[in-house]
C-alpha cells in the first residue's frame, strides 16, 4: 500500500488527526527524567504509553536528538521501537541534497531507523528529494508554507503571478506519481491553507504550528482537510510533551493529548458532517 | 576575528582555495580501511594525513556519517580533531528550521563538533537560519545556485525580473552584518557564477560541483573569485578521495590535491596577476 493510502486508512481507524512532536528537549525534560541512563528516550517512552492509542503519527525532530550525541541516537533508535503498528513516524529533518547524498539520507531515515515517512526541503529541485520519493510506501512532506515568521522572505515572493509556495505545490503534484507525497503547511498561514487545500483536495497535508506557535485550530481544520475531514496530519509538539506542572506527568499529558484530539474532532464534526 | 576575514588570511596564508570534501561513502571506501574498528576514521585520517599542507578547508557531508550510525558520529568527532588548526572545517548538512530547532542545530554543529562553518538551506527565510548567523566567528554559507540538475525547479524562477537565486543572494548581503556569511554556488553553473561575483564582490563562495560533477574548473576560477583571486572556496570530493587505483591510496590521493591546487593556481596566476 502506497503511503497516502496508508495514512488515509490509519486516519479512518482511528479516527484521529492528531502528531505528537517529540520535539524531546534536553534542556526542558523534567527532573525526574533525568536520573536514568537515557533522559530522552524514558521521557519518550513515558509520552508514547500514554497516548499512542490517541495518535494517528508521531514526529520526531532530529535536531533534538542530533544535539545529544550518541545518547540521541540510541534515544531515537529505541523510542521509534517503542511505537505499535499502526502509527506512522515522521523524522522532521527536512533534508535534500544531490543525488548520491539525497540517496543516503532516504536509506538513513526509511531503512536504518525504518521512519514511515521524512520532511524534504524543495529548493534545490527534483533529483535533491527524488531518492525519497521513489520508497513509494513511505511519505515524502515537502516544506511549502512554514510556520515562521521568516516564511514571507521567499516562499510569498510572486512567480508569474502566484507565490513561490504554490509553485512548490504544483510541483509536488507532479510529482506525485506514487501517491506518497504530501506537504508541511503551516497552521500559522490560514489563507495560504485554504489556497492549498483546494490546489490539492487529497494530499496529505503535516500541517504544524498549534499550540506554542498559536495557529488557530478551528480555522486550521475548516480549511486544512480534504473533503471527508481527513489528510491533515496536526501535529502538536512543546504543549502536549512539556505541561505547566510537572507533577503527575503522564497524567498532565494524557489530559492535553485528549483535549487536543477531542478539539480536533469537535472541529472536524462542525465542518465534515 | 569574524569568519568571512579569518576564510580570506587562510586562503592567503596557504595560497590555496582548495577544499576537500570528505564525503566518506563507506561503500566506496578501499577494502584496506575494512578490517580497521571505525573504516570512515582511518580513510579520513589517511587522507588528512597526506593533503593537509594544501587545502584551506575540509567540508563534510553529514549524510554520509548519519548514514553509519554511531560509528559514523564518532568517525565525525575524531575526524575533526585530527585536522591541524589553520584549516576551516565545514559541515554540509543544509541546515534551517523554525526558531528553537535552528538553535539546536546550530550548537550541534558549532558548539559539540567545533565545526567552523555550516551550509544552510534559504527557504525558511531568515529566523530559520539567524542562530547559526549570530555565531559571528562561525561561517554560514546559504544555498544560493546549487550543483544539480534540480536547480532549475524552483532558484530560476523569474521574480520581478530576477531569478530567485539573486533575491536569495541579495538577502544573504543585507543579512550579512557579522561578515560571516558566504553563499553555496555550483561550478555547473558558471553564468549564474559570473552574475553573482558581481553583486557580491568580497562574500565568499563555496563551489561544489568540480570533478565528479564536472564543473569547468577555469571559468569557475575567472569568474568566481573576488578581485584580489580569494574568496572562493573550491570543493573537490570523490575526484580526489576515491582515487581510480586503490594501491598507493596516500600517495594517489596527495598527487590528485596536489593536481588541482596546482590547476587552481595556475588559472589564479592567469587571471588575477
Given at each position: 500500500m502506497n503511503f497516502n493510502q496508508k495514512l488515509l486508512k490509519i486516519q479512518q481507524d482511528k479516527n484521529s488527526l492528531l502528531c505528537i512532536g517529540l520535539d524531546s528537549d534536553i534542556s526542558r525534560i523534567p527532573e525526574s527524567f533525568k536520573k536514568s541512563e537515557n533522559p530522552q528516550l524514558e521521557f519518550n517512552r513515558s509520552i508514547i504509553q500514554v497516548t499512542h492509542d490517541l495518535v494517528c503519527a508521531y514526529k520526531f525532530n532530529l535536531a533534538f536528538y542530533e544535539e545529544t550525541g550518541i545518547k540521541g541516537m540510541q534515544a531515537l533508535e529505541k523510542s521509534l521501537e517503542l511505537i505499535p503498528d499502526g502509527i506512522i513516524k515522521i523524522a522532521d529533518g527536512k533534508r535534500g541534497d544531490i543525488g548520491n547524498t539525497a540517496q543516503k539520507q532516504a536509506d538513513?531515515?526509511?531503512?536504518?531507523?525504518?521512519?514511515?515517512?521524512?520532511?524534504?526541503?524543495?529548493?534545490?529541485?527534483?533529483?535533491?528529494?527524488?531518492?525519497?520519493?521513489?520508497?513509494?510506501?513511505?511519505?515524502?512532506?515537502?516544506?511549502?508554507?512554514?510556520?515562521?515568521?521568516?516564511?514571507?522572505?521567499?516562499?510569498?515572493?510572486?512567480?508569474?503571478?502566484?507565490?513561490?509556495?504554490?509553485?512548490?505545490?504544483?510541483?509536488a503534484k507532479k510529482w506525485n506519481q506514487h501517491d506518497n507525497i504530501g506537504l508541511v503547511v503551516g497552521a500559522t498561514h490560514i489563507a495560504e491553507l485554504k489556497k492549498l487545500r483546494t490546489l490539492l483536495m487529497e494530499m496529505p497535508f503535516l500541517i504544524p504550528g498549534i499550540g506554542a506557535q498559536k495557529g488557530d485550530l478551528e480555522k486550521?481544520?475548516?480549511?486544512?482537510?480534504?473533503?471527508?475531514?481527513?489528510?491533515?496530519?496536526?501535529?502538536?509538539?512543546?504543549?502536549?510533551?512539556f505541561p505547566s506542572t510537572s507533577n503527575n506527568f503522564q497524567e498532565s499529558v494524557r489530559k492535553l493529548a485528549e483535549k487536543y484530539l477531542s478539539e480536533i474532532n469537535s472541529c472536524r464534526k462542525k465542518y465534515y458532517t
Open positions: 538513513t531515515l526509511f531503512k536504518l531507523f525504518n521512519f514511515d515517512a521524512a520532511t524534504v526541503n524543495p529548493y534545490m529541485g527534483f533529483d535533491a528529494i527524488e531518492p525519497f520519493i521513489n520508497f513509494s510506501e513511505k511519505g515524502v512532506f515537502i516544506l511549502c508554507v512554514t510556520s515562521n515568521l521568516g516564511s514571507k522572505d521567499f516562499q510569498h515572493l510572486s512567480v508569474s503571478g502566484k507565490p513561490l509556495f504554490e509553485h512548490v505545490a504544483l510541483k486550521t481544520i475548516k480549511y486544512g482537510c480534504s473533503d471527508d475531514g481527513y489528510n491533515a496530519v496536526i501535529n502538536v509538539g512543546r504543549s502536549i510533551i
